[in-house]
C-alpha cells in the first residue's frame, strides 16, 4: 500500500481475516513524509510535458552519478518526489529520459531548475528545504529545446586523449560513470547532447591511471572559474580541453599511535564543495593512501574508518584547506583525534526558495524512492 510522494508505506501489510458473505473493514495510517510537488511545462507553450525526470542534489559537497534515481512527471505534466525524512535542501536537475522504444516525439534539453526557467549554471538553481511530514509546492518547471556540445580532449602536447568522460555538472563517481559518447573516442572527440539553451561550465574527468587532473573548460580546476559554454536549441558549442598532469594527495591515517587499516579519502575543491579528483582512494592496512588527479586548487580532505567521519583540520574545529599543486605531491598527516575537523562551513550563493536550509552530510547524491526505468537509457547522463 502506497500513499504515494507524501507518506511512506507501511513497513508491513497485517494479515487479515476475511469471512464469506461478510464486508471486512480494514484502515491503516500512513506517516507523512517531506515531498515536493510541481508540474512541467512546455516553456513556449505552457502545455504539460511527460517524461521529465529530476534529481536531487546537495548545493554542496554533493554532485550528481550516472547511477542516482529520479523521479519523472506524468502525462498530465504532475510530478511529486518523496517520501523524505530530513529537512534537507537540495536543487533539482531536469533532463528528459528516453525510452528507445518510444521516443518522445520532442525532445527537450536538460535544466538547472530556476523559479522561472532553467540554466546551466548550479548557482543560479533554486533551493529548496524538504519540511518534514509536509509537502512543498514549488513553481512550474519550463523546459526548453536543446542543444549540443561537442570538442577534443588533448594533452599538452597535443595529442587526443580517449576515455575521458565530459559532463554538465559537477560528477560524483559514488554510483559509478556510464560510458557513451560523452566521454572521448580515439580521436579525443567527445558529445554531450540534449542540453538546454543556457551557458554550461563541462567538467573533464580522466581516470586515475592516466596521470591526468580533473578539470572544467578553459582548463581550470574548479566550477566557479570554468569558461561557460553558451547552448543554443538546436546548435552545437565547441568546447576543448588540454589537460594536464595531476597533482597527489598523499598521508597517512593514525589512530593515535596506531595506524588506521581501513576506511577512504575524498578531496572536495573548497571554493565549490565538489569532487575534486578521480573517486576516492581506500586507506591502506598500514594506514596510508595515495590519492591522484588533481589541478592546482585549495581542498578539503574528509577521511573516515569504520567508525568514525573527520575532516582535515584541527581537533572540533571546521576543517582547513590544502594546497595542491598540478603535477607534485602533498602530504598530511591525518588523525582521528588530533586533527579531526569538523565539515567546513560554506556560504550559499543559490536563490532559495526557503529559508530553513541545514547542510547537508558529504555522500553520495540523494537518489530518490521512486525512479523511472527508462532514465538509464540515455548514455552517460
Same mark, same amino acid.
Given at each position: 500500500?502506497? #500513499?504515494?510522494?507524501s507518506?511512506?508505506?507501511i513497513?508491513e501489510t497485517?494479515?487479515?481475516?476475511v469471512?464469506?458473505?461478510?464486508?471486512t473493514?480494514?484502515s +491503516? $495510517?500512513l506517516n507523512p513524509g517531506a515531498?515536493?510537488?510541481?508540474t512541467?511545462q512546455d516553456?513556449?507553450?505552457?502545455?504539460p510535458?511527460?517524461?521529465?525526470c529530476?534529481?536531487?542534489?546537495?548545493p554542496?559537497?554533493?554532485g550528481?552519478? $550516472?547511477h542516482? #534515481?529520479?523521479?519523472?512527471s506524468?502525462?498530465d505534466?504532475s510530478?511529486e518526489?518523496?517520501p523524505?525524512?530530513?529537512? =534537507?535542501?537540495v536543487?533539482?536537475?531536469?533532463?528528459?529520459?528516453?525510452?528507445?522504444? =518510444?521516443?518522445p516525439a520532442?525532445?527537450?534539453?536538460?535544466?538547472?531548475v530556476?523559479?522561472?526557467?532553467g540554466?546551466?549554471?548550479?548557482?543560479e538553481?533554486?533551493k529548496?528545504?524538504?519540511?518534514p511530514?509536509?509537502t512543498?509546492?514549488i513553481?512550474?518547471i519550463r523546459?526548453?529545446?536543446?542543444?549540443?556540445?561537442?570538442?577534443?580532449v588533448r594533452?599538452?602536447?597535443?595529442a587526443?586523449?580517449?576515455g575521458?568522460?565530459a559532463?554538465?555538472? $559537477?560528477f560524483?563517481?559514488?554510483q559509478?560513470a556510464?560510458?557513451?559518447?560523452?566521454?572521448s573516442n580515439?580521436q579525443?572527440?567527445?558529445?554531450?547532447? =540534449?542540453?538546454g539553451?543556457?551557458?554550461?561550465?563541462? =567538467?573533464?574527468?580522466p581516470?586515475?591511471?592516466t596521470g591526468?587532473g580533473?578539470?572544467?573548460?578553459?582548463?581550470? $580546476?574548479?566550477?566557479?572559474?570554468?569558461t561557460?559554454?553558451?547552448?543554443?536549441?538546436?546548435?552545437t558549442?565547441?568546447?576543448?580541453?588540454?589537460?594536464a598532469?595531476g597533482g597527489?594527495?598523499?598521508?597517512?591515517?593514525?589512530d &593515535?599511535?596506531?595506524?588506521v587499516d581501513? &576506511?577512504?579519502v575524498?578531496?572536495?575543491?573548497?571554493r565549490?564543495g565538489?569532487?575534486?579528483?578521480?573517486?576516492f582512494?581506500?586507506?591502506?592496512r598500514?594506514?596510508t593512501?595515495?590519492?591522484? #588527479?588533481h589541478r592546482?586548487?585549495?581542498?578539503?580532505?574528509? +577521511?573516515?574508518?569504520?567508525?568514525?567521519d573527520c575532516?582535515?583540520g584541527?581537533a572540533?574545529?571546521p576543517?582547513i584547506?590544502?594546497a595542491?599543486?598540478?603535477g607534485q605531491t602533498?602530504?598530511?598527516?591525518?588523525?582521528?583525534?588530533?586533527?579531526?575537523?569538523?565539515?567546513?562551513l560554506?556560504?550559499?550563493?543559490?536563490r532559495?526558495?526557503?529559508?530553513?536550509?541545514?547542510m547537508?552530510?558529504?555522500t553520495?547524491?540523494?537518489?530518490?524512492?521512486?525512479?523511472w526505468?527508462f532514465?538509464a537509457?540515455r548514455? #552517460?547522463?
Amino acid at each position: 500500500m502506497s #500513499g504515494g510522494a507524501s507518506y511512506f508505506p507501511i513497513d508491513e501489510t497485517p494479515y487479515v481475516h476475511v469471512e464469506r458473505g461478510k464486508t471486512t473493514t480494514v484502515s +491503516y $495510517a500512513l506517516n507523512p513524509g517531506a515531498a515536493i510537488a510541481t508540474t512541467v511545462q512546455d516553456r513556449p507553450t505552457g502545455k504539460p510535458v511527460g517524461g521529465i525526470c529530476v534529481r536531487l542534489v546537495k548545493p554542496r559537497f554533493g554532485g550528481q552519478s $550516472a547511477h542516482m #534515481g529520479s523521479t519523472c512527471s506524468s502525462d498530465d505534466g504532475s510530478l511529486e518526489i518523496g517520501p523524505f525524512t530530513n529537512a =534537507e535542501t537540495v536543487q533539482l536537475y531536469a533532463y528528459q529520459a528516453v525510452n528507445p522504444y =518510444e521516443p518522445p516525439a520532442k525532445r527537450y534539453g536538460d535544466q538547472w531548475v530556476t523559479a522561472t526557467g532553467g540554466s546551466g549554471d548550479q548557482r543560479e538553481a533554486s533551493k529548496v528545504t524538504l519540511t518534514p511530514q509536509q509537502t512543498i509546492t514549488i513553481p512550474p518547471i519550463r523546459v526548453d529545446p536543446p542543444g549540443t556540445i561537442t570538442g577534443t580532449v588533448r594533452n599538452s602536447s597535443g595529442a587526443a586523449v580517449a576515455g575521458v568522460c565530459a559532463y554538465p555538472f $559537477a560528477f560524483h563517481p559514488g554510483q559509478g560513470a556510464i560510458f557513451g559518447a560523452n566521454c572521448s573516442n580515439s580521436q579525443g572527440r567527445y558529445t554531450i547532447g =540534449e542540453l538546454g539553451p543556457y551557458r554550461w561550465p563541462v =567538467e573533464f574527468m580522466p581516470n586515475s591511471g592516466t596521470g591526468y587532473g580533473w578539470q572544467w573548460s578553459g582548463d581550470v $580546476a574548479d566550477r566557479f572559474a570554468a569558461t561557460m559554454a553558451t547552448v543554443t536549441a538546436g546548435g552545437t558549442a565547441t568546447v576543448d580541453a588540454k589537460l594536464a598532469a595531476g597533482g597527489q594527495l598523499t598521508g597517512k591515517v593514525t589512530d &593515535g599511535a596506531n595506524p588506521v587499516d581501513a &576506511g577512504y579519502v575524498w578531496t572536495y575543491n573548497s571554493r565549490t564543495g565538489d569532487v575534486a579528483s578521480p573517486s576516492f582512494t581506500n586507506i591502506a592496512r598500514d594506514g596510508t593512501f595515495s590519492l591522484k #588527479g588533481h589541478r592546482t586548487q585549495k581542498v578539503y580532505v574528509q +577521511y573516515a574508518s569504520l567508525t568514525k567521519d573527520c575532516w582535515y583540520g584541527l581537533a572540533g574545529k571546521p576543517a582547513i584547506e590544502v594546497a595542491m599543486t598540478a603535477g607534485q605531491t602533498t602530504t598530511i598527516a591525518a588523525d582521528m583525534t588530533r586533527s579531526c575537523g569538523k565539515m567546513p562551513l560554506t556560504a550559499s550563493t543559490s536563490r532559495s526558495l526557503s529559508t530553513a536550509g541545514t547542510m547537508l552530510s558529504p555522500t553520495p547524491p540523494l537518489a530518490s524512492r521512486s525512479t523511472w526505468r527508462f532514465g538509464a537509457a540515455r548514455t #552517460g547522463r
